[in-house]
Nanobody
């Protein structure tokens, strides 16, 4: 099974940018499709973005389209989330997750491996 560690979170002002990273170890990273999720205080975990094993296919939740970009470098075993034009409502703990499935990629139940999360706080 793959192990995942996120980094890159922090405090940023509205309109600012952050790039999250998710370093993978263990089993072959390129064998997994990957997702980013987030969870704000007292809210359910929600889907943010998905990327397939090759990196050729991506999918975003509507609220981040045009602002966030998911990418991966299979040679470096690393997943990324570039976040631009950040808003206070983007404040949450962000998690990366891995799956070998190809359906229901927006559902957290589809993913069987999760990182520990990294905090993103956007001040107004």
């Amino acid at each position: 099974q793959v192990q995942l560690v996120e980094s890159g979170g922090g405090l940023v002002q509205t309109g600012g940018s952050l790039r999250l990273s998710c370093a993978a170890s263990g089993r072959t990273f390129s064998g997994y499709s990957m997702g980013w999720f987030r969870q704000a205080p007292e809210k359910a975990r929600e889907f943010v973005a998905f990327i397939d094993r090759s990196g050729g296919g991506t999918y975003y939740t509507d609220s981040v389209k045009g602002r966030f970009t998911i990418s991966r470098d299979n040679a470096k075993n690393t997943l990324y989330l570039q976040m631009n034009s950040l808003k206070p409502e983007d404040t949450a703990v962000y998690y990366c997750a891995a799956t070998e499935r190809v359906l229901n990629i927006h559902r957290s139940e589809t993913y069987n491996t999760w990182g520990q999360g990294t905090q993103v706080t956007v001040s107004s």
